[in-house]
């Protein structure tokens, strides 16, 4: 329950008329397991950004996932850590947070950018250098955190204190596979078992979320690439699964 406590006072949004209620709601809604759901922040245009929180709170050892921060590699957005192993619920013997989209204006728009032409993936400090410029692929914004959506991003990390982080995104292969680099190898190498997936050791990007939470915090975080185009049920299933099962993972280990 302080962990949950922690996650709301650093990125609640103020209360504000009936806001106010739905935060003090959400708070009181802790007990048992259970999935629960509230708004953190905005993005820049204004839109949602949603935090679910599944399992049980009491629970030590949390897993933070991120289903998208790349507008147009939002495949993983729907996909949650319950599985028809559990009938639809949430693994009881499980802490798990799950943000959904961090960048709903480029998913609105198509776009792997942010509404500012920012790859928001490049614009965490560690490694950070400029490159790029507005709208073009990579642009790595005027400074590091210069983002809304990556400094709730980095709220949501340092509220949480995930023992394992999952950044999901795709790309143009056919195959999906598991990255990750330094301490995050043996997480990564975990999921992917857990997954069935290929994995590979692979350095960091600049700039990017998980080359900053491995450069600042203990714990694994690592990324999950996914073929381009929708997830299909026997994939969602799958991962489904491995989510709830690297849930219990890290609260064990």
Same mark, same amino acid.
């Given at each position: 329950m302080g962990t949950l406590l922690a996650i709301l006072a650093l990125i609640a949004p103020p209360p504000r008329s009936s806001a106010g209620g739905e935060t003090l709601a959400f708070v009181h809604a802790f007990g048992g397991p259970g999935i629960r #759901?509230? #708004?953190?922040?905005?993005?820049? &245009?204004? +839109?949602?950004?949603?935090l679910r929180q599944l399992g049980a709170p009491r629970w030590p050892g949390e897993l933070l996932v991120f289903g998208c921060i790349h507008g147009d590699e939002c495949a993983a957005s729907g996909v949650e850590p319950i599985s028809s192993l559990t009938a639809g619920c949430p693994d009881p013997s499980s802490d798990i947070y799950f943000l959904p989209n961090l960048d709903p204006d480029g998913a609105a728009s198509g776009s792997r950018l942010n509404a500012r032409g920012v790859d928001l993936n490049r614009n965490f400090p560690s490694g950070w250098h400029p490159h790029g410029r507005p709208s073009s692929p990579e642009y790595s914004g005027p400074h590091p955190f210069s983002e809304p959506e990556t400094r709730l991003a980095a709220r949501v990390v340092r509220a949480v204190r995930p023992a394992a982080t999952v950044w999901f995104h795709q790309y143009g292969g056919k195959r999906p596979f598991v990255r990750a680099w330094g301490q995050s190898?043996?997480?990564?190498? $975990? !999921? &992917? @078992?857990? @997954? +069935? /997936?290929? !994995? +590979? @050791? /692979?350095?960091?990007? @600049?700039? #990017?979320?998980?080359?900053?939470?491995? $450069?600042? !915090?203990?714990g694994a975080a690592f990324v999950v690439e996914l073929p381009r185009g929708p997830v299909d049920s026997s994939m969602r299933e799958r991962l489904g699964r491995a989510l709830q099962r690297m849930g219990r993972w890290v609260r064990e280990d």
């Open positions: #759901t509230t #708004t953190i922040g905005r993005s820049l &245009a204004g +839109r949602r950004i949603e190898e043996p997480g990564g190498r $975990h !999921f &992917a @078992a857990l @997954a +069935r /997936m290929p !994995f +590979r @050791a /692979m350095r960091w990007p @600049a700039g #990017t979320g998980p080359n900053w939470q491995n $450069h600042n !915090f203990p």
